[in-house]
């Protein structure tokens, strides 16, 4: 387990709020089918998302998406980026459905507008630029702008795809 794994399992406000806002759900790691890496090499189940898909740990640190309709992949090549990216983007399907670029990052910060629509029919609630700001100042993450191009090569990479009893997992890029 990872020292910052362990830092949001003894806060149960940010393990809370991580799984409100960022749907990064610690107590969500059941996947729907075992998986593995390339040669049987082991992912951990560190968390789950409403949609049933699940963020894995692999031995080196890097994590991994399981989703629950076959797509997977590398996220980042370790959790401090992964959860910079989930909580810096509102899905992290949307981050990867455009190349990276000026049509993604408008498409992203519409999606945030959205959100934040949302949270003003709830006046009394933490904005999600709030949120983001508590949960990058609790775990010193880094700005999501730089991640996302590392995101989209990252899920291109598919000796990280994730593999069942099924085979492979269909890549999460659109």
């Given amino acids: 387990m ?8 003894a806060s149960p406000w940010l393990a809370d709020l991580l799984a409100q806002r960022f749907d990064f759900d610690l ?33 080196s640190g890097a994590v991994v998406y399981a989703g629950s309709e076959g ?9 401090r980026d992964a959860l910079a990216l989930v909580v810096g983007v509102a899905n992290l399907h949307d981050a990867l459905s455009l190349p990276p670029g000026e049509d993604l990052l408008r498409a992203l910060a519409e999606l945030d507008e ?10 009394g609630g933490q904005t999600l630029d709030e949120a983001r ?7 010193d993450l880094p700005p999501v702008e730089g991640l996302l191009a ?6 291109d990479d598919d ?15 659109s």
Wanted: charged share 20%; hydrophobic share 40%.
């Fill in 27 to 59: 107590t969500r790691t059941d996947p729907v089918e075992q998986v593995h890496l390339a040669g049987g090499v082991p992912l951990t189940p560190i968390a789950g998302d409403s949609a049933g898909g699940t963020f894995l740990l692999t031995p």
């Fill in 71 to 79: 797509e997977g992949g590398l996220i980042a090549h370790d959790l």
């Fill in 2 to 9: 990872t020292d910052l794994l362990a830092q949001i399992q």
């Fill in 114 to 123: 959205e959100i934040r629509q949302d949270d003003a029919l709830d006046p």
């Fill in 150 to 155: 590392a995101l989209h090569a990252a899920a």
């Fill in 159 to 173: 000796s990280f795809r994730p593999i069942s009893e099924h085979g492979p997992y269909e890549t999460m890029l």
């Fill in 133 to 139: 700001a508590q949960a990058r100042q609790a775990l």
